[in-house]
């Protein structure tokens, strides 16, 4: 009897001891990629002002993006940028840049130009630490000529990583959560 009486306190015991949890553990936050289908990008000198479109309504689906440039650049000239991202699979659009500049810490675009037509891109933004984000930026055309302009927006880049604040995109890391490339003509 009293073999059985210590095996019930044992069975109970174990029950309890195993059907605790710890209650105190904090969730683990999962955030989401955003869905981007379209990248607008606004570029104004003076009272010119182009617009480029990469648009990509299926996603990995099997059509390309269309890409559209809707004007040429001035030679030797400075234009303010500035990104806007849409989810364009919502109805109505989301507005995609807002949560890339609540969540600034985590986002960067970067520019990789190729030609000399494009002289150069520098950041006009910060984010909260002190370092780029690329939501706005300068860029400034060389002499007339061809080129081209991709735009890569990283979600959770090493932004202390060697380059990275100056736009070298090498050892950036991260997730790439948008890239287009734009033919550019200078004239």
Do not use: R, W
């Not at 019930?8 to 553990?25: H, V, Y």
């Not at 109505?92 to 500049?101: F, K, L, M, R, Y």
């Not at 055309?141 to 991709?150: I, K, P």
């Amino acid at each position: 009897m009293k073999k059985l009486q210590l095996l019930s306190a044992i069975f109970i015991s174990s029950i309890t001891l195993f059907s605790c949890s710890d209650d105190d553990d904090t969730p683990v936050v999962i955030n989401e990629e955003e869905v981007i289908t379209t990248m607008n990008v606004t570029l104004t000198s003076g009272s010119q002002t182009i617009t480029l479109q990469s648009q990509d309504l299926d996603g990995d689906g099997p059509d390309d993006p269309v890409i559209t440039v809707d004007g040429n650049f001035a030679a030797n000239a400075t234009y303010n940028g500035t990104i806007q991202l849409l989810n364009e699979t919502e109805d109505p659009a989301e507005d995609v840049t807002e949560e890339v500049e609540e969540e600034n810490l985590d986002h960067q675009f970067f520019y990789i130009a190729t030609g000399e037509a494009i002289a150069s891109t520098t950041y006009d933004d910060i984010e909260d630490e002190g370092n780029p984000v690329g939501v706005h930026f300068i860029l400034t055309t060389g002499e007339a000529g061809d080129a081209t302009l991709q735009i890569v927006l990283k979600h959770e880049p090493e932004k202390d990583a060697e380059g990275v604040s100056d736009g070298d995109m090498t050892n950036a890391g991260g997730e790439t959560d948008f890239d287009a490339t734009f033919p550019i003509t200078v004239e």
